[in-house]
């Protein structure tokens, strides 16, 4: 899976060197900072150790958001440059990160955290291909319907998309095989596949049902493995030349 070493940390005010925190764009003014508060409101998961840095956070520490910030940066803009590419994947991720912050005294540590900066990344990206009109699911599932062949031959259904990235060339194909899919499927082979979430975990980040998770994710794997085929066939090809 494509990773990122160190995202920019331009944006939100975290430098190499320092742990200050400020929002892109806000001004000085006291109603657009965030005030520490003690606690989360809510109980927190024990077994959630972000649920800690969290509370640290809104209790005044200045470098607790810096470590969550780092632990998932790197999973968030995987997600984000597989829902959107192009240069907007930066930009975005730093927005996902942006809205967390904002938001944090909200968390309740009902789900992990990591599950809740999912959900937000989710609602990012999904709002950015709605505003940008990248993609509609509507359009791709008629595109489906009108393309002959079913598809459920070609491979195992159940086979894990991100093992299909034994290359960089691969890599490039899955990634824009990947981009031509709804943006919802697109979301749940992600999830699924390169992020390693639970369905549990998929059912809070999407407020869908499990079963209906395993369905839509079984769906998208045929969707992708049609689309991937003619370059599987391709490379296949090559191998054997």
Not at 15 to 25: A, M, V
Not at 35 to 47: I, Q, T
Not at 123 to 129: A, G, K, V
Not at 214 to 235: D, G, M, N, T, W
Request: charged residues 25%; neutral net charge; hydrophobic residues 35%.
């Amino acid at each position: 899976m494509l990773g990122v070493t160190e995202m920019p940390l331009t944006g939100i005010g975290i430098g190499r060197g320092g742990s200050r925190l400020e929002e892109r764009g806000a001004s000085a003014s006291p109603a657009q900072t965030l005030s520490p508060l003690s606690a989360v409101g809510g109980s927190a998961r024990p077994a959630d150790p972000d649920a800690l840095l969290v509370r640290q956070h809104l209790a005044g520490d200045p470098k607790a958001f810096e470590q969550l910030f780092r632990r998932y940066q790197t999973p968030i803009f995987n997600l984000v440059t597989r829902m959107v590419r192009g240069e907007d994947a930066y930009d975005l991720t730093q927005d996902v990160f942006l809205k967390a912050l904002r938001s944090l005294k909200s968390f309740r540590g009902d789900a992990k955290f990591s599950t809740w900066l999912f959900t937000i990344a989710r609602h990012t990206c999904l709002n950015h291909i709605r505003h940008k009109n990248v993609i509609t699911e509507e359009s791709v599932e008629e595109q489906q319907e009108d393309r002959p062949g079913g598809g459920s031959e070609l491979m195992d259904h159940d086979m894990n998309v991100a093992r299909l990235c034994e290359t960089r060339e691969l890599q490039r194909v899955v990634d824009e095989v990947l981009a031509t899919l709804p943006p919802e499927g697109r979301l749940l082979l992600i999830l699924r596949d390169f992020e390693q979430l639970s369905y549990d975990e998929i059912s809070h980040v999407t407020e869908l049902s499990i079963v209906n998770v395993k369905s839509k994710i079984h769906r998208a794997r045929l969707a992708f493995k049609k689309r991937f085929q003619p370059y599987l066939e391709l490379l296949e090809g090559g191998v054997g030349q």
